[in-house]
């Protein structure tokens, strides 16, 4: 059973930077796509950005294209989520979750194992 656990975030001004960090433990099978994903109080959780643990292909919202990044680091099973250009729109609870259906997808039903998320916090 894959588990992940989410920390990095914070409160930081508009214009400013964050990484998230994602701990993975239990079993990844090279398949597994790990992908970030946010919600906004009172929103749908909406899909962010995602990797391919085996290829370390990536993909964007097109929200965040240009400003965020995401990493991994198989040794060290970690997933990261650079973020730069913060902006107000950006304030959310952040998950990371785990794909293992080998598809790149952006719905989030096909994203499981979620974390207990980490608070984003952009102030103008």
């Known amino acids: 059973q894959v588990q992940l656990v989410e920390s990095g975030g914070g409160l930081v001004q508009a214009g400013g930077s964050l990484r998230l960090s994602c701990a993975v433990s239990?079993?990844?099978?090279?398949?597994?796509?790990m992908g970030w994903f946010r919600q906004a109080p009172g929103k749908e959780r909406d899909f962010v950005s995602a990797i391919s643990w085996s290829s370390g292909s990536t993909y964007y919202a097109d929200s965040v294209k240009g400003r965020f990044s995401i990493s991994k680091d198989n040794a060290k099973k970690m997933v990261y989520l650079q973020m730069n250009s913060l902006e107000p729109e950006d304030t959310a609870v952040y998950y990371c979750g785990a794909n293992p259906t080998g598809v790149q997808t952006i719905h989030r039903n096909m994203y499981q194992n979620w974390g207990q998320g980490t608070q984003v916090t952009v102030s103008s």
């Open positions: 239990g079993r990844i099978i090279s398949n597994y796509d």
